[in-house]
């Protein structure tokens, strides 16, 4: 009989390093009947898998707690057995509540705060806005700060007391990091950054050294600090994005206009929204006409025009007049919520380079360890070396064993580049995608919609036996009642030219020839240039002109009458403005660029022509799948529209759907482009590449600095308290090197 299993899902404060997921995963995975255990350090986030014969809910809880962080549940029901009741509905980033912890073991002394390198984090929410200075991790640093100064003046004061004032600040400081310790110890994890950390200390103190010893414990505290300011700050790029939507609505009822909370809208309810305030919920126009900035959800800069039937998003900001609004999505589901929660997944779909550093650290840290305790073995066994000497460095060593600022290396350039594209309007779905973008050498497109408009226009106009007016008129009367997108585009040319469709009744549409309509019962007709030939209405020079527009991979078509031809129209599907500067730019990138396209191989031609890339022509979905096999399994970039194009999309390396989120987009592609730009093809290579250069930059940071201060530290050149700023000091290096990629504007060529 199967157990049945359920999924459980916690915010987790206090992570400042990726070694501080690792214990959290390390612990849980412990537990019966835990599974799938997920711990995500950017968007502080905690799922697992539990069966019901195994840990319950508050097993987890007061385990991670022991640890040293705090936790809540994400669906806002209170954690079992606990005085905790927020609402963290569905997101985290509301961290600002008072938390009850009246009852709540967390393992620490009332002084507070512990660790860094995977460190000790008793980093409350309610720390969240506030100064470094006012959280328990501040207050470590300041009372272990206060006790070197009171050390150091009985120091001076009176030199008989000799180490025991130093003695005294070092006891006090490292108490706190021996109980994690300890509780780390009982979940099977001897290896942490505070085992070593208290190991060091003591030692430091039998051998005499309890200067340096209560220095190392101060500086511990101050990288402490140091780390979580940095990893705030790179979580400030995604909670940014939950501040776009406004917290309150305006909402139409029978009563009149009534201000409720935007998370509480319902689907089909109006809200009206001011010139100047942001739009509460994804929604359609209903009343209003209004300029409407949209740059918050998809960077696109220049404010669209919003009328009676057009789509709004959430966040998006009202420019110039007033909107009645229908609201079409409920707030968990509106476009912002579901960057977020793409963003915020996008954590789980780890990069390769970052699965292959967590394997390198889980045998980096024994390694560091077991050279330590030959540091401090050999030359004394051995070579009669003395024996604080080498105790001394082996301890030292012991500080370099920690391998936080490799851990966070990868996770911190993810996260920064994930925020920074979702500001951009460039999605994508994790680590493994950045990575596999960045090695991107070949870009098919799809033409329709996505290199082109997706709607046709009039390019040409060709008078034979009639005014300009007189054709365009004609033409759009005969046209009138169609939907179809050539149509449309004709009846598009006369009301930009400011010319009434003539009366014509009777409209009936020749299968493969062309229209059919009467006007005072004579019959006018817009149909194919053979259908023309064939009533013998056109010269041999009118028929060369409509050969030489079609050449063009334009779709032509004659106006005409019994006898008499009044002119040519001829159509196309543009380009996208943007389009030929973005394959000059993939040019530059060393990218190649494919067209794939059901059109006929002319007008295939011609726009790629006019593009300079390849062309593919008359593909079914299928073929457009075998094209994206042959032209390699590796580094192949798919861009369509995400909904005839989904088997391709797949198929691709990255497949990236191009389109204001339309909801299949959004889901089956591995990454999305908001706006509807070509542009932000190669934009989104170069933030992948921008990513890949800054995750390179960071483990040449951490190894290199772990590697130089091994090799002084075992000389004796360097001491305890150099090998503790190694550590931690590299730790920030990293993440504040992650941080640059926040600034970095992936539109900007260079």
């Keep these: 009989m199967n157990t049945p299993v359920k999924t459980c899902e916690w915010t987790v404060t206090g992570m400042d390093c990726g070694s501080c997921a690792d ?15 997920e711990v995500a350090l950017m968007s502080e986030r905690l799922r697992v898998r539990l069966s019901d014969d195994g840990a319950d809910m508050a097993t987890i809880e007061a385990t991670v707690r022991k640890l040293g962080y705090d936790i809540a549940p994400r669906n806002g029901a209170a954690p079992a057995g606990t005085g905790h009741g927020h609402d963290h509905a569905g997101h985290h980033h509301d961290h600002d509540h008072d938390h009850d912890h009246s009852g709540h073991d967390h393992g620490h002394p009332a002084s507070g705060a512990e660790d860094a390198g995977g460190h000790d984090h008793d980093d409350d929410p309610a720390d969240r806005g506030k100064r470094w200075y006012q959280t328990r991790k501040g207050h470590l640093v300041l009372l272990t700060g206060a006790l070197l100064v009171v050390a150091w003046t009985l120091e001076i004061l ?50 005499g050294a309890a200067e340096e010893a209560a220095l190392v414990v101060f500086l511990f505290a101050v990288g402490e600090v140091l780390e979580g300011v940095a990893a705030n700050k790179a979580r400030d790029g995604i909670r940014s994005l939950a501040s776009l939507v406004p917290k309150t609505a305006r909402l139409e009822t029978a ?48 404010p669209a025009l ?6 709004v998003f959430a966040g998006a900001i009202n420019a110039e007049a007033v909107l009645r609004v229908r609201v079409t999505k409920a707030a968990s589901d509106n476009t912002i919520s579901r960057i977020i929660r793409l963003v915020e997944e996008a954590e789980s779909a780890r990069a390769p380079t970052e699965r292959f550093i967590d394997r390198f650290s889980r045998y980096y840290m024994p390694a560091v360890v077991g050279v330590a305790v030959l540091t401090i073995l050999i030359p004394p066994l ?9 105790i001394y460095r082996g301890l030292a060593l012991l500080l370099i064993g920690c391998p936080c600022a490799l851990v966070i290396s990868v996770p911190a350039s993810i996260a920064s580049a994930l925020s920074t594209g979702a500001r951009h309007g460039l ?19 799809d033409k329709t919609g996505t290199l082109t408009e997706g709607r046709p226009e009039v390019t040409d106009v060709v008078t034979l036996g009639a005014s300009e007016e007189e054709l365009l008129s004609i033409a759009a009367g005969i046209e009138s009642g169609s939907r179809h997108p050539l149509a449309q585009a004709i009846i598009r040319r006369a009301q930009k030219a400011g010319v009434a469709p003539a009366a014509l009744k009777d409209a009936r549409v020749l299968p493969g020839q062309g229209v059919e309509a009467m006007q005072d019962g004579i019959p006018f007709w817009v149909g194919s240039p053979g259908f023309a030939a064939e009533s013998d209405v056109l010269t041999t020079e009118a028929l060369e ?29 543009e380009p996208r403005a943007d389009a030929a500067e973005a394959m000059r730019q993939l040019k530059e990138l060393g990218v190649n660029a494919t067209m794939l396209t059901g059109d006929n ?42 909904i005839n194009d989904a088997p391709a999309l797949r198929q691709a390396s990255v497949g990236v759907a191009m389109g204001s989120g339309t909801d299949v987009a959004l889901e089956t592609a591995d990454a999305a482009i908001l706006r509807n730009r070509v542009l932000d093809v190669p934009a989104k290579i170069r933030l992948a590449r921008q990513a890949m250069r800054n995750i390179h930059e960071n483990v040449s940071i951490a190894l290199g600095l772990k590697a130089v201060f091994l090799v002084t530290s075992i000389l004796g050149i360097t001491g305890l308290w150099i090998a503790i700023l190694a550590d931690t000091g590299a730790t920030v290096l990293v993440t504040l090197n992650a941080l640059r990629l926040l600034r970095y504007n992936p539109s900007r060529e260079g």
Aim: one cysteine or more; a negative charge.
């Design 23 to 37: 214990k959290i995963r390390t612990a849980v995975e412990r537990l019966p009947g835990v599974s799938d255990v």
């Design 158 to 207: 009176w030199p008989s007391l000799g180490l025991w004032p130093f003695v005294l600040a070092c006891l006090v400081g490292v108490a706190p990091v021996a109980r994690k310790a300890f509780a780390l110890l009982r979940t099977g994890q001897p290896f942490s950054i505070e085992s070593l950390m208290t190991i060091a200390a003591v030692g430091a103190l039998c051998i």
């Design 255 to 302: 009563q009149g206009l009534r201000e409720v909370p935007a998370e509480t809208l319902e689907i089909d309810q109006i809200v009206q929204v001011a010139p100047g305030e942001r739009i509460p919920a994804d929604g359609i126009v209903v009343e209003g006409t209004s300029g409407v900035d949209e740059s918050p959800v998809t960077g696109e800069s220049v």
């Design 306 to 311: 919003k009328k009676t039937g057009d789509t």
């Design 382 to 390: 051995f070579f009669g070396q003395p024996w604080d000497t080498w």
């Design 427 to 445: 999605l994508m779905k994790g680590g493994a995608v950045v990575e596999a973008a960045a090695k991107v050498h070949h870009v098919a497109f």
């Design 545 to 573: 002109r409509a050969e030489k527009l079609e050449a063009e991979g334009k779709t032509t078509v004659v106006v005409f009458c019994p006898g008499r031809a009044l002119g040519l129209l001829a159509m196309r599907d």
């Design 601 to 642: 191989p002319r007008t295939a031609a011609a726009i790629a022509g006019t593009l300079g890339m390849a062309f593919r022509a008359q593909m079914m979905p299928e073929e457009k799948l075998n094209a994206i096999r042959e032209l390699g399994s590796e580094g192949v970039m798919m861009v369509g529209d995400g």
